[in-house]
Every structure is written in structure tokens, then in C-alpha cells.
């Protein structure tokens, strides 16, 4: 874990440098490229923005652009001052439009794969919306550029992504070569014989094969799905990931499920809980500690 709190503390002082950078105002109206291809023009610099994600939030923090967030989703609560900030809903059940508009935001940077109701009924309001929806780490960093340009705060996202990209370098460095173990990533085991896991083209399948795993999930209909346990003890996953152990999941009800002690991640006591999630489910500043820890887990070898 050395190795993770080097990273960790590199990350601190890039974020505490942040706040120096100089922010710069774009005088004119310019158009952006999101991450659904959407061509979004922005009339000036904003000073109002509402962040509809955690991971965003994070970004935009980050960033040094904490002060100019008038209103975040109802779970944004990193970092601290994120919670006293005015929550406007969230994806599920629903955002509260009425509360968006009353804050009078010039920029609501909103997530998702395709492009969400709520998203389309802002723009129609003309409430500019850029939509980050990153697939893996080297995605994160792209995004922190994208959200630097528009807030006039690059220089603040060169210093981050630049640390960022460095410690991805030294794990994909690392694991270069390594034979790859099978993983499973359980995100909810509330029905033990049909837990759901992490498939294809979901961001935790992309940090699994960053960190030098296999996901063994990566076979199913979705990004996320329910695999029953025949298919799981079949697939023998040599690594099991409990992404739900902050909602009461432990290594011990895993390892009673009935037939899961053929699993070779069983046997050999490989079941690992993620006391943290938000440090692998945020595609945002964080996410490369949780990438850290990740490796970590699956080549505990490389990071003695």
C-alpha cells in the first residue's frame, strides 16, 4: 500500500496547488465537443454552474471551481463543503427542474451514456449542458481537460490530469506483461444467487483490465447485470471484488452462499471489500487511487 499513499499524497498537493492557478475568461461564445458528440456553445465563461453527478462535483473542486457551484445532486458529498450546497434531485427518481432554473445557472454539467430527458429539457430552456460520460481513467482525464477549458480553469486541470496520467503510466507499467486473473465484480448481492457484476463496457470492466485483471463478467448481456451462481462457479473467478460492502455485503456471507465454495477466490480466502467505493464508481479526480488500490489487490506482488 506504499506505493498508493505516494499517489494519494501526490494528489493532495495537485489539488492544494489548484486554488493558485490563474483563471482565465473566454470573451467570447464558443463551442465545445462533449462526450456524446454533442456541439454545445458556451456564451462566456461561467460563474454559475450545477453539477448533476457526484463525479462531476469532484471535478469541479478540483478544479478550484468549488465557489462558482450553485447546486449539485442530492449525492454529491465530496468534499465536504459539496453538502452545504443547494441538492437539486437526482437521475433517480428525478432532478428538480423548477430548482435548477431558480439557481439561474450558465452551465449544468450533467453524466450519462445517452442523453438523459432532463438534460434535453434544460437545454430547451437554454441552460447550456455538457454531458461527460468517460469510459475508462484516460477518459476521467479527457473530461478534467474538457470541464478546464470551459471554466477557464486549464492550467488548474493540466497540473491534476498531468499527475493523474503519470501514476496511470507506473501501474500500466507495472502490470505490462502480467499473467491477467480472473475477477468478478459484484456491485449488489442483495439476492446472493444472483448477484449483480460488472460487464461489458462499464467503467469498472475498463479498471479491471487497467489493473491486470480479467473480468469475468465481461460475457454477459450488459454493462451491468445479474449472473447466476452455475455461470459464476463455471467461470471460477480466482478474485472476487465486494464493491457492495458499504451496503452490509462481507466476506463471510460470501463465502456461505451456497456452492460459491467451489470458487477458487472462495478457497483461497481472494474475497476483497471495497470500503470505499466512490474511489472506483467515480469517474472523477479519485478514481486513480482507486485504480492504485485495484492493482494492488489483484498483483499484490508487483506493489510489495
Partial sequence: MKLLRFFAAILVICLAGLTACSKTSTPTSTTYTDDLGRIVTIQTTPHRIVSLSPSNTEILFALGEGSEVVGTDDYSDYPAEAKTITHVGSAFPSFNIETIVSLKPDLAVAFGYT??????????????????????VSGVINDITLVGKITGAASAAKTLTTGMQNSLNTVESKIKGVTAPRVLWEFDGTDPGNPWVAGPGSFNDALITLA?????????????????????VKADPQIIILDDYQFGMTVESVEQRPGWSAITAVKNGAVYPITDSDLTDRPGPRVIQGLQLLAEIIHPELFK
Fill in 115 to 136: 442523453l438523459p430527458d432532463y438534460a434535453t429539457k434544460l437545454q430547451s430552456l437554454g441552460i447550456p449542458v455538457i454531458v461527460l460520460a468517460p469510459k475508462d
Fill in 212 to 232: 491486470g485483471g480479467q473480468n469475468v463478467g465481461a460475457g454477459g448481456p450488459t454493462s451491468s447485470w445479474q449472473m447466476g451462481t452455475e455461470d459464476i
